[in-house]
T-cell receptor, first 114, second 110 residues
């Protein structure tokens, strides 16, 4: 009965590869997000989707492409992985448009690029 | 631009109170949040406060908001070893995105 789930939990890959991280929420939320947490624990938003439409796109390299097949899923595809992409990637979701806008986070995907 | 700052470390003795501070710059903040991150885990929402409130209490947690000074604090009463974690404050302005602070690593020793 996990609210926000991510797969895989750990991902170790070589520089230059292409990888995807998947996120699913069963909370019935309309809005989903991707955040990146670097080695110093700084958390920063990357993308936000509302009902499958992109609404926030921070300054993120074009190698990162989010895809939302339906409002319960938001996947993150990364092309040509670089060493600096090593981080923990968190997915989150919220109602979107509600007064509280509390975001619920997934457990994170730990990406290590070698 | 929006900026949220926290002190990086706090060390307290078990049973004492912990106070974690946060300052932010966005005057249009509507909600402010405290999240907890245990080692190797995701972020857990602890509590939130609406920007027109001064204080919110929830069991051992007390949130104080000074909107004039753009200062937010989280007080944990009777701190336990299980409270050891990184605590993030976050603010939400007019957009859907959360701006997170740098995180405060709380260490509780016996």
């Amino acid at each position: 009965d996990t609210a926000v789930s991510q797969t895989p939990k750990y991902l170790v890959t070589q520089m230059g590869n292409d990888k995807s991280i998947k996120c699913e929420q069963n909370l019935g939320h309309d809005t989903m997000y991707w955040y990146k947490q670097d080695s110093k624990k700084f958390l920063k938003i990357m993308f936000s989707y509302n009902n499958k439409e992109l609404i926030i796109n921070e300054t993120v390299p074009n190698r990162f492409s989010p895809k939302s097949p339906d409002k319960a899923h938001l996947n993150l595809h990364i092309n040509s992985l670089e060493l600096g992409d090593s981080a923990v990637y968190f997915c989150a979701s919220s109602h979107g448009g509600s007064t509280i806008e509390t975001q619920y986070f997934g457990p994170g995907t730990r990406l290590l690029v070698l | 631009g929006e900026d949220v700052e926290q002190s990086l470390f706090l060390s307290v003795r078990e049973g004492d109170s912990s106070v974690i501070n946060c300052t932010y710059t966005d005057s249009s903040s509507t909600y402010l949040y405290w999240y907890k991150q245990e080692p190797g885990a995701g972020l857990q929402l602890l509590t939130y406060i609406f920007s027109n409130m001064d204080m919110k209490q929830d069991q051992r947690l007390t949130v104080l908001l000074n909107k004039k000074d753009k200062h937010l604090s989280l007080r944990i009463a009777d701190t336990q070893t299980g409270d050891s974690a990184i605590y993030f404050c976050a603010e939400k302005g007019n957009t859907d995105k959360l701006i997170f602070g740098t995180g405060t690593r709380l260490q509780v020793f016996p």
